[in-house]
């Protein structure tokens, strides 16, 4: 049974930090691309992230500089580090596992940037 399940979500004032993580299980994580996507009300689904099996890593131009993905083959995690909040953050944020036509999803994490 495939498990992502995403953690470390919550509120934040503009500005501040937050980190992400997604514990995977039932997949062999190292072989598989993983992302984060978001999706705000209102709005459609949208990468944010995604780091491939072989590391490399690709950000929306929306957070570079901003967030930083990493990922621990050993722990099968991935984390997201958010930093310069901006409400326009504000989402909920899913970790995703992909392997050719083979994608899983996690439930997603509420991220909420308000003061």
């Known amino acids: 049974q495939v498990q992502l399940v995403e953690s470390g979500g919550g509120l934040v004032q503009p500005g501040g930090s937050l980190r992400l993580s997604c514990a995977a299980s039932?997949?062999?994580?190292?072989?598989?691309?993983m992302g984060w996507y978001r999706q705000a009300p209102g709005k459609q689904r949208e990468l944010v992230a995604v780091i491939t099996s072989g590391g490399g890593t690709n950000y929306a131009d929306s957070v570079k500089g901003r967030f930083t993905i990493s990922r621990d083959n050993v722990k099968n995690t991935m984390t997201l580090l958010m930093n310069a909040l901006k409400p326009e953050d504000t989402a909920v944020y899913s970790c995703?596992?992909?392997?050719?036509?083979?994608?899983?999803w996690g439930q997603g994490t509420q991220v909420t940037v308000s003061s």
């Open positions: 995703n596992a992909q392997l050719y036509s083979i994608t899983y």
């Open positions: 039932g997949i062999i994580f190292s072989a598989y691309d």
